[in-house]
């Protein structure tokens, strides 16, 4: 008895992982970027929805993270589940299994990444956005950095023709830092809540 007493007692190591506790305060208090983050991987607010809970359950129940490390696993256990739900392959661009449409009822920053073929889109999130290193970003989609880098110059291509006005000015509000600038996500969602 006494054995399995000491194993249910308090150790000094205790304090240094997450509970989930913690992660449910980082989902609460972090929730717009990391739905914004589900939605934009997903390109369904379904998905994304789905995604977002699931990245809270998986982190609530996963392995042991240090407590400075919780912020980063909650986003990638968001970014694991996306993967898995919407499977992206370097192929996806050529087929027709994309967002064919934009969606008007997104600003129009966030559109242009929802518009992006599966693949495209992932690579242009997690490596611009959340910048993800190549190599990094080809390990979770299982693919070459070449791939990666391909789907991500195609990405910024099609993004900034989405964004620039119809006159060949960019839509970004004069005075404003370019995403590239500060926080990705941070930068698309106050753009996004300025349009």
Known sequence: MKILAARHSKTPLDGLYATSTDFCHIFETDMDRLFLLSLLLTADSELAEKCF??????????NPVFREWAE???QRTIVQNAIRMVRPRPRDF????????????????I??????????????????LEGYPLRECARLLGC????????????LQEVVKSVEG???TNSIPSGKQTPRETDPLDSLSRLAATA
Do not use: C, I
Request: hydrophobic share 35%; glycine share 6%.
């Open 53 to 62: 809970v699931r990245g809270l359950q998986d982190s609530q129940n996963g």
């Open 72 to 74: 980063s696993w909650a």
């Open 94 to 109: 050529l087929s027709s299994d994309h967002v064919a449409t934009r969606d008007t009822t997104q600003p129009t920053e």
């Open 111 to 128: 559109a242009a990444v929802l518009a992006l073929p599966k693949f495209e889109r992932f690579a242009y999130v997690l490596s611009v």
């Open 144 to 155: 070459t950095p070449g791939e990666v880098n391909t789907a991500r110059l195609r990405a």
């Open 166 to 168: 119809r006159d060949g």
